[in-house]
C-alpha cells in the first residue's frame, strides 16, 4: 500500500469541510474522486500535500506518518487546473527545472527530458516558450515538469477542466498512457461522471466534507447518490 488516509476531519471557523476521511491507494494505481464544487474535494488533497493541516486523523506515506512533515520534503505533487509554468523559461527548461535543482548532470538533465518530451507528444516545442502553447500543451508541460522528479504520488485536481472537450479527451488518453508507463500513483478529483469513471482504477464520491469509496465501477454506477445511472439513461434516451 502506497497511501493510507485515516480519519482526516477539517473545519474552516466552525464549519466543516472535512469529516472523518479514509482511503487507501495502491502503488501505480488511480483513484478518482467525484463530487460537486465546494465538497471538500480540493481541501482534502491540499492536506495530503501539506499545503493545509488537518484537525483530525492521520497521513501515512510508504508506512509512514508524514503529519508533521512539511509540503517541500513530502515530494507529492500537487497539480490544478492551471499550468502555472515560469514564463520566462522554454518547454525544455521548465521539465528540467526539478533535475537542475537538483544539481543533476547535463547528460541525465538531457536524457530524461527528451524522454519525456517524446512521451508527451513535445518534441517539436520544446524551444517554445509558454505563452506560445495551447492549453493541453501548457499542461503537457505541466505534467512533464510534474513526472521528471519521479514523485511517489501526484495529486490531479481537475487538471482537465479549463480544457475544451477535444482537448480534454486528448489529455485523459494521454494521462492515462503516461500512468501506465511511469508507474504513477494518483488521486484525480473531478465533478465530471465520465471522467471519472474513465480515469479511475478505483471510484469514490465526495459530498458534504463525506467520502464514500465504492468496490467496483459497478457498484458506483448503481448507486443513485453518484448520478452515474442518470447520466447513461439521459443518453440513452436520445
Known sequence: MLLNIQHISKQFSTEPVLENICLT?????????????????????????GVVLQDEGDIILKGTNINTLPANLRHIVYMSQEPLLFPHLN???????????????KVVVDTKVN??????????????????LSGGQKQRVNFGRSLIINP????LDEPFGNLDTQTRAEMQRLFKQVAAEFNIASIFVTHDIKEA????????????????????KKSFISDSITGAQQEITFWQNL
Do not use: W
Request: proline share 2%; net charge positive; glycine share 10%.
Open 25 to 49: 491507494l495502491n502503488e501505480n494505481h488511480t483513484l478518482s474522486i467525484l463530487g460537486k464544487s465546494g465538497c471538500g474535494k480540493s481541501t482534502l488533497l491540499k492536506i495530503i500535500a
Open 91 to 105: 518547454v525544455f527548461e521548465n521539465i528540467a527545472f526539478g533535475l537542475r535543482i537538483k544539481k543533476e548532470k
Open 115 to 132: 524522454q519525456l518530451l517524446a512521451s508527451l507528444g513535445l518534441q517539436s516545442h520544446h524551444k517554445k516558450m509558454p505563452h506560445q
Open 152 to 155: 511517489p504520488l501526484l495529486l
Open 197 to 216: 469513471l474513465l480515469m479511475g482504477d478505483g471510484i469514490g464520491y465526495m459530498n458534504a466534507g463525506k467520502l464514500k469509496i465504492y468496490d467496483s
